[in-house]
């Protein structure tokens, strides 16, 4: 268990609809990362956060935005979805990023997004 | 642009011996190197970090060597078992203290028993 919860774990939904994955890190960490996972493909880095504040951005679309509250907590808003946005979606944590000693990344379990 | 390339093709061996795991990259100068293991449907799990001053770490079966002149690092797994069968990820800090961590798309390896 890496400490990283991650609510839902499955998500059935329709084209066009909206949903919101949420994420918890691990206690202490202060970074949180989005990553999108399709099916037999490598890891697609969405969004950083650190500390409340958007640190990196990587090729998320317009269509998907997420934030991080004052408890650290994380959600990813996916809207107006496509067939193609179902994947895995992956929150990691780290304690703090650029630092060897604290730039491990811990992930949680996903959440599957299936889009009908 | 930036790159990191990992042998898409799977690699299978049997039990017992020495899985090596490539990861390379090109215009990046990493401070340091991680290497993850990921199972089907589940998130990475970490496994070793190697610096850039660094030339070998170890871990019980594990191996990570760092070749900055090369820009190559070398994934060993000695004695392997069935239960290694995995896809292994090596990453990357581009940019560090800005950026997260950028992943190769990482190999599998099928160990036979």
């Known amino acids: 268990d890496s400490g990283v919860t991650q609510t839902p774990k499955h998500l059935i939904t329709a084209t066009g609809q909206r949903v919101t994955l949420r994420c918890s890190p691990r206690s202490g960490d202060l970074s949180v990362y989005w990553y999108q996972q399709s099916l037999d493909q490598g890891l697609q880095f969405l969004i950083q956060y650190y500390n409340g504040e958007e640190r990196a951005k990587g090729n998320i679309l317009e269509r998907f935005s997420a934030q991080q509250f004052p408890d650290l907590h994380s959600e990813l808003n996916l809207s107006s979805l496509e067939l193609g946005d179902s994947a895995l979606y992956f929150c990691?944590?780290?304690?703090?990023?650029?630092?060897?000693?604290?730039?491990?990344?811990?992930f949680g379990p996903g959440t599957r997004l299936t889009v009908l | 642009s930036q790159k990191i390339e990992q042998n898409s093709e799977a690699l299978n061996i049997q039990e017992g011996k020495t899985a090596t795991l490539t990861c390379n990259y090109t215009n990046y100068s990493p401070a340091y190197l991680q290497w993850y293991r990921q199972d089907p449907g589940r998130g990475p799990v970490f496994l070793l970090l190697i610096r850039e001053n660094e030339k070998e770490k170890r871990k019980e079966r594990l191996k990570v060597t760092f070749d900055t002149t090369l820009k190559q690092s070398l994934f060993h797994i000695t004695a392997s078992q069935p239960a290694d069968s995995a896809t292994y990820l090596c990453?990357?800090?581009?940019?560090?203290?800005?950026?997260?961590?950028?992943f190769g798309s990482g190999t599998r390896l099928q160990v036979q028993p």
């Open positions: 990453a990357l800090d581009v940019d560090t203290g800005r950026r997260a961590l950028t």
């Open positions: 990691a944590s780290s304690e703090r990023p650029g630092h060897p000693a604290t730039d491990t990344q811990y």
